[in-house]
Antibody, heavy 122, light 106 residues
Framework: QVQLVQSGGGVVQPGGSLRLSCATSGFTFSSYPFHWVRQAPGQGLEWVAFIRYDGSKIHYADSVRGRFTISRDYSNRTVYLQMNSLKFEDTAVYYC???????????????WGQGTLVIVSS | DIQMTQSPSTLSSSVRDRVTITCRASHSVGSWLAWYQQKPGKAPKLLIYKASTLESGVPSRFSGSGSGTEFTLSINDMQPDDFATYYCQQYNTYPYTFGQGTKLEI
């Protein structure tokens, strides 16, 4: 059974840092790409970052590029989102999501973590 | 960036109704379009991918169509469990983008 279990959210001051984790089980971790998606309170979904199954390709939304870093640890089967220089507008529920497969055309988000709330507040 | 625009933003309907949600892309995304359902406090759930392919386990009353820049999600015979917010998402080009959402209300 595919599971994505998130941790690491919380309250942080503007300019601070936080690292989110997405621990996985139930599938071959090294075969799948992952994303982070966020949702500000009462708002829609915003794609944040992507990491390829082998870590060789990474993409970021313009709103977070240079401040956020996505990474993955194969031994711990975990995907991370390191968030630095946090701003008020980064306040959101953050979701990790797994693609259906690494194949072309399967880039939709088939499995999601439960979400973790990040609040940037002074 | 490719902008995704959903209409309507809110839709009132009743059990057993048929509803249709439209999603328009600012540039062609081919068939690389997914639909998700989200309930309050929960993660989104994949319903449809590649514009019209039903995800395993999703009831057949959900259907998707379209290609290029115009897509629709239809729900036949609305059930109480279907009242939620629905998002389209293009995965043709980075940055991947979502529509603003359509909230289905009773």
């Amino acid at each position: 059974q595919v599971q994505l279990v998130q941790s690491g959210g919380g309250v942080v001051q503007p300019g601070g840092s936080l690292r989110l984790s997405c621990a996985t089980s139930g599938f071959t971790f090294s075969s799948y790409p992952f994303h982070w998606v966020r949702q500000a309170p009462g708002q829609g979904l915003e794609w944040v970052a992507f990491i390829r199954y082998d870590g060789s390709k990474i993409h970021y939304a313009d709103s977070v590029r240079g401040r956020f870093t996505i990474s993955r640890d194969y031994s711990n089967r975990t995907v991370y989102l390191q968030m630095n220089s946090l701003k008020f507008e980064d306040t959101a529920v953050y979701y990790c999501a797994r693609e259906a497969s690494a194949d072309f055309g399967a880039e939709y988000f088939q499995h999601w973590g439960q979400g973790t709330l990040v609040i940037v507040s002074s | 960036d490719i902008q995704m625009t959903q209409s309507p933003s809110t839709l009132s309907s009743s059990v057993r109704d048929r509803v249709t949600i439209t999603c328009r892309a600012s540039h062609s995304v081919g068939s690389w379009l997914a639909w998700y359902q989200q309930k309050p406090g929960k993660a989104p759930k994949l319903l449809i991918y590649k514009a019209s392919t039903l995800e395993s386990g999703v009831p057949s009353r959900f259907s998707g169509s379209g290609s290029g820049t115009e897509f629709t999600l239809s729900i036949n015979d609305m059930q109480p469990d279907d009242f939620a917010t629905y998002y389209c998402q293009q995965y043709n080009t980075y940055p991947y983008t979502f529509g603003q959402g359509t909230k289905l209300e009773i």
